[in-house]
């Protein structure tokens, strides 16, 4: 019997095609309309080099560290920009360059290393900023020699001191930082909770008062428990197919970087559409009111969380977790981005479980509080409703 029930409630749920369009379509246009909007944003801010002329004097051929200089900070390393693009030049050659804009700034050694420049910006601050480390660094080793005269004050004192990195650079994570990501999936976690439109749907269809269809099933010979839960494994399939074809379409169209733990990635799909399923089952049993009620509070609570997750605005996420810490483990919209967030960045799995396991305990507190909501509607006659259209 409940194979039968839960193959007519599939059936029933699929039809509806307003929930399929705000839980499949409007978030494939979402994500679109992201695509488009972020798909120059990190090209938009790559770095240049800044471009310096350097007036080939006298002065500047006696200076061999500062020759040696230019040439470590115009090197490209690991295929990144330098940090000068250097041209040797007259002094003429130099201030026609500045005029026409083709150089940033003129470094001028006279014999003291000036900076000419026409404007400000970053690249002169570059340059600037360049010019300042290597002052400071001579004024330190000239100090050195001064204190230290057993130390010879000649080429071989910058070997004596060489200026080794002691610190090794390595990444925050696994993958590469891509600031867009978290909209990305902030959305997937709003898809998620739309999920809460089918539990929506679910529990109007086993009150009588909200449905004709909910008044024929209770006037049908089946325990409206097995029907609750015939429907609530409909819809939960039916979110979690939608979720899957939304990540698919992000991944494979939108090339929105998620890893390569699939496993776990649906995992985390498949405990978020339980969660906004339950959630949406919990607020259409509280709520006794008509059903445009219903469905505003439910836009309400899945736009704010999701907006507490950082789907407007990605620094928001942390601003809110920093102000209110307890945001983060009650949100169910941030703990699916979180989960998401740690299985592309981190090594471990514990923040991954913690996610996992409080979306687990909400959606069973939903559950129960669902159960002892709905068991306690009765009717003493069924009302008149018009048909579903």
Not at 170 to 182: H, R
Not at 190 to 210: K, T
Request: aromatic residues 12%.
């Amino acid at each position: 019997m409940f194979t039968h029930v839960f193959k007519y409630r599939l059936k029933c749920l699929l039809r509806d095609k307003v929930v399929l369009f705000w839980t499949i379509l409007f978030p494939i246009v979402l994500s679109t309309l992201f695509f488009t909007a972020f798909s120059n944003l990190n090209n938009a801010v790559s770095f240049t080099s800044a471009k310096v002329a350097v007036v080939d004097n006298e002065a500047y051929r006696n200076n061999k560290p500062f020759q040696e200089a230019l040439v470590s900070v115009s090197e490209k390393r690991d295929e990144q920009e330098p940090l000068l693009s250097v041209e040797l030049v007259s002094s003429d050659e130099a201030e026609t360059l500045l005029e026409q804009g083709k150089v940033h700034g003129i470094i001028l050694l006279d014999p003291d290393i000036k900076l000419v420049v026409k404007q400000s910006g970053m690249h002169q601050s570059i340059i600037k900023s360049f010019l300042d480390q290597y002052r400071q660094i001579s004024a330190s080793y000239g100090t050195v020699i001064l204190r230290n005269i057993d130390i010879p004050a000649n080429g071989d004192t910058l070997t004596r001191f060489p200026a080794d990195d002691y610190l090794t650079e390595l990444p925050l994570g696994k993958n590469k930082t891509d600031n867009t990501v978290t909209y990305y999936y902030a959305l997937l976690a709003m898809a998620s909770l739309y999920g809460a439109f089918w539990g929506l749907r679910v529990i109007g269809e086993v009150q009588a008062d909200q449905s004709a269809n909910g008044a024929r099933i209770n006037l049908a010979p089946v325990h409206k428990m097995k029907t609750l839960l015939a429907g609530i494994l409909a819809a939960w399939i039916i979110q979690f197919v939608e979720l899957s074809l939304l990540l698919l379409y992000m991944i494979l169209v939108l090339k929105v970087p998620f890893g390569n733990q699939a496993g776990y990635i649906l995992l985390t799909c498949l405990v978020g559409a339980l969660a906004g399923l339950t959630l949406g089952t919990l607020v259409s049993g509280l709520v006794k009111r008509n059903l445009g009620l219903k469905i505003g509070v439910l836009i309400g609570l899945s736009m704010l969380m999701s907006g507490l997750a950082g789907l407007y605005f990605a620094p928001f996420k942390y601003i809110v977790i920093k102000a209110v810490p307890m945001l983060a483990y009650i949100n169910p919209a941030n703990l699916i981005t979180d989960a998401l967030y740690a299985l592309y960045y981190y090594d471990t799995y514990h923040r991954f479980a913690l996610n996992i396991a409080l979306l687990l305990a909400f959606s069973a507190v939903f559950l129960l509080l669902t159960y002892l909501t709905v068991r306690r509607d009765r009717y003493a006659s069924i009302p008149s409703i018009q048909e579903d259209n």
